[in-house]
């Protein structure tokens, strides 16, 4: 599995005047996409909601968040592949492949299966986070990791 990004986040953007998407100009939702044999795939999906262009580029964070209050449940998700940076015009979507294992694939004993609410999900570069619901069973014990996503694209 590749972790690493092809590019950094020093790297300058695609476009030099096009400023950085901010927490503020993006709109995460979660859309699924199939399931099967203990996992289930979908997409963190981030609309431009501004009225300007803006580069978007790397991984942004993802966890699942549970309690009612927003409580990260169990480990954050895993980055896998690499990334590029790309401009988003107003209306425009950018999507995350994620990959969610079962709680159920675990025993009981090593995840300590909690409720999940949804998903907090942090836009790249950015200390602000956005939260997704979607409600299912994750693992409490931070050892478990049930969550990946790819950059987004």
């Not at 990260?72 to 425009?92: C, D, F, H, N, T």
Request: glycine residues 12%; hydrophobic residues 30%.
């Amino acid at each position: 599995m590749r972790t690493e990004s092809s590019a950094s986040s020093s790297d300058p953007a695609a476009d030099p005047v096009t400023p950085k998407c901010a927490n503020t100009d993006l709109k995460a939702g979660y859309r699924p996409t199939e399931a099967g044999a203990g996992s289930r795939f979908g997409e963190i999906t981030l609309t431009n909601v501004s009225d300007h262009a803006c580069s978007l580029g790397g991984f942004g964070g993802l966890s699942y968040v549970g309690g009612g209050d927003g409580t990260q449940v169990g480990a954050p998700a895993r980055r896998e592949g690499s990334w590029r940076r790309i401009i988003m015009k107003p209306g425009q979507v950018a999507v995350s492949a994620v990959a969610e294992s079962t709680a159920q694939n675990y025993p009981a004993s090593d995840c300590k299966p909690t409720k999940v609410d949804g998903f907090r999900v942090y836009v790249p570069d950015s200390y602000d986070s956005q939260f997704v619901r979607h409600e299912t069973t994750g693992c409490a014990d931070k050892n478990v990791s049930l969550l990946s996503h790819r950059a987004f694209h």
